[in-house]
């Protein structure tokens, strides 16, 4: 009997560690924080239309890009993505907010993340060293570029009946099992490292192929330099010529007088 009270005691104590931490501990599997950290909103109302929705989003990435870049300044991440808005097949990390606000889940991924960076510089360790799982650590995967929002019922089924909604918002891609990333971790200058495909933004791997610029010098064209006169030259010709004239006009005088 005492055997089965220890456990039942463990069973209750994982399952209450895995409903915690949001996460999975399965490689290659979808992670999920799923917390809520407000303390003024209780409902989940949806108030914002389809067009606010997707200027909230937009705002929202910005904002988490910027919190990206100093992960990556901090940390020296040398090849942190800077996140767009769009799906992909598969999502890595799955953000859920109880309470519908961008900034409730801005809040959610900063928590969490900071918990990650704390105790990684207090061991002197890189993300997820000595966890082949990178258990609850892939909020901060350099090689996520896109992240998608949305609202869903919390209650399965009401459909167009639903009146309290919580917000999800997916980072993708997931890795491919071989394709691991804090198993091959690029460390060193922010941006330093960024795929072929993508250019550095101060700190970030932004999408593009970073550009070339052809620099044409012209060099102006040649001029032939000025003739100089030599006025000493001239002067002294002039002066010559002055002199013989008047010997030519006077000597027939002085011959005459003598």
């Given at each position: ?61 910005e904002k988490l890009n910027e919190y990206r870049r100093e992960v990556a300044k901090k940390m020296k991440i040398a090849n942190m993505n ?27 991924y900063e928590n969490r993340a900071e918990k990650i960076i704390d105790k990684a510089t207090q061991g002197n360790t890189k993300l997820c ?20 929002c949305k609202y869903e019922c919390k209650e399965e089924g009401a459909g167009d009946d639903c009146a309290d909604y919580k917000l999800i ?90």
């Amino acid at each position: 009997m005492r055997t089965v009270h220890l456990l039942v005691l463990f069973v209750l104590f994982a399952t209450s560690h895995a409903q915690e931490d949001g996460s999975t501990a399965t490689e290659g599997a979808l992670e999920v924080a799923d917390e809520d950290t407000s303390t003024t909103q209780t409902s989940g109302t949806v108030t914002l239309s389809p067009a606010e929705f997707e200027e909230e989003e937009k705002k929202f990435v910005e904002k988490l890009n910027e919190y990206r870049r100093e992960v990556a300044k901090k940390m020296k991440i040398a090849n942190m993505n800077e996140l767009t808005v769009g799906a992909g097949d598969k999502s890595d990390y799955s953000i859920n907010s109880k309470i519908p606000t961008f900034d409730e889940i801005l809040k959610i991924y900063e928590n969490r993340a900071e918990k990650i960076i704390d105790k990684a510089t207090q061991g002197n360790t890189k993300l997820c060293e000595n966890d082949p799982y990178c258990y609850g650590q892939r909020i901060l995967n350099p090689g996520q570029k896109t992240i998608k929002c949305k609202y869903e019922c919390k209650e399965e089924g009401a459909g167009d009946d639903c009146a309290d909604y919580k917000l999800i918002c997916n980072l993708y891609p997931l890795p491919e099992s071989a394709d691991l990333w804090w198993n091959k971790q690029t460390n060193g200058e922010a941006g330093s490292a960024c795929d072929a495909d993508r250019h550095a933004d101060n700190g970030l791997c932004a999408d593009g192929a970073p550009t070339t610029t052809t620099t044409t010098t012209v060099k102006p064209p040649t001029t032939a330099p000025a003739v100089q006169s030599n006025s000493r030259d001239v002067g002294e010709l002039s002066t010559s010529a002055t002199n013989n004239y008047l010997l030519l006009i006077l000597l027939p005088t002085f011959v005459a007088f003598y």
